[in-house]
């Protein structure tokens, strides 16, 4: 919708230095996500330096599976990309699920390794990255990512992003034509709004941890049910989307096969809780 907030005036150069949405709102999500993080290993009684290295420990597992679980997805396509891409900033994507797994399989083992309780980090973990993904798929909702299926101008929530020649729409704002170079995104038509559904459907998980932290002492719990609650989510939100291949049946795509495979390792890991652990 506005993929550039703002554009910062160099002195010795002709464009300005663009301050995009998405990063702005990722940054914004990343900061929260550690505050949140940090808050609950201190009522935890860990100690609340640990919430930065726990923020670092996620982002780098998170980076390195997203990017291996597409550089696999890519080859399973039959496309055939260097080996190089892994680590180039323009070249690979993002695989959301693969750093999910990445994080989930990694993260026990790291707080191990640093005499962190495994659960009270897990949990932690959780609150912060549920907190964190509601925010983040607002950023999307700016820079035209996570993008919606086609729908009509009577709809209440419609959306529409900007081309090189058509301004972009959304709940009576109004975003320039040209803004961040969306000419190819849709072609001016009305979308579902489905990163605004992501991100309301992740703050309700957010909320029920919040409120399941405070009726229960339950280590670990927290964490099974953000699996279960981002994954059962993401399944749902994915009817809505435009920007994925629904190549698993009617209407069904990798992702939403993903997201199930995230709530059943939930589902599993909540079944396997059973009252207050040390860790």
Do not use: C, K
Request: aromatic share 10%.
């Amino acid at each position: 919708m506005w993929p550039v907030l703002f554009e910062i005036p160099l002195p010795f150069a002709s464009d300005g230095l663009a301050v995009r949405g998405f990063g702005a709102v990722f940054l914004v999500g990343v900061v929260l996500a550690h505050r949140t993080a940090r808050a609950e290993l201190a009522r935890r009684g860990v100690d609340r330096a640990a919430a930065l290295d726990l923020l670092l420990a996620t982002a780098l597992l998170f980076a390195l599976g997203s990017r291996l679980a597409w550089y696999a997805r890519e080859l399973a396509r039959g496309a055939e990309p260097p080996l190089g891409a892994l680590w180039s900033a323009s070249e690979a994507g993002l695989d959301y699920w693969g750093g999910f797994f990445a994080a989930a399989l990694g993260l026990p083992l790291w707080l191990r390794r640093r005499g962190i309780p495994v659960a009270a980090g897990l949990d932690a973990a959780a609150l912060g990255a549920s907190l964190a993904a509601a925010v983040v798929r607002l950023g999307s909702l700016l820079d035209g990512g996570y993008r919606g299926m086609p729908t009509d101008a009577a709809h209440p929530l419609r959306i529409r992003f900007p081309t090189r020649i058509e301004s972009g729409s959304f709940l009576g704002f109004e975003a320039p034509p040209d803004n961040g170079n969306l000419a190819g995104v849709d072609q001016g038509q009305w979308l579902h709004p489905a990163a605004l559904y992501a991100a309301v459907a992740f703050l309700a998980v957010h909320l029920v941890l919040r409120w399941r932290r405070r009726r229960r002492e339950g280590w670990g719990e927290l964490a099974a049910l953000y699996a279960i609650g981002i994954g059962l989510a993401s399944f749902a939100v994915g009817f809505w989307r435009g920007d994925i291949e629904r190549d698993l049946g009617p209407g069904i795509s990798w992702p939403q096969a993903e997201a199930l495979g995230a709530a059943a390792l939930g589902a599993i890991a909540l079944f396997r809780v059973s009252g207050p652990r040390s860790s």
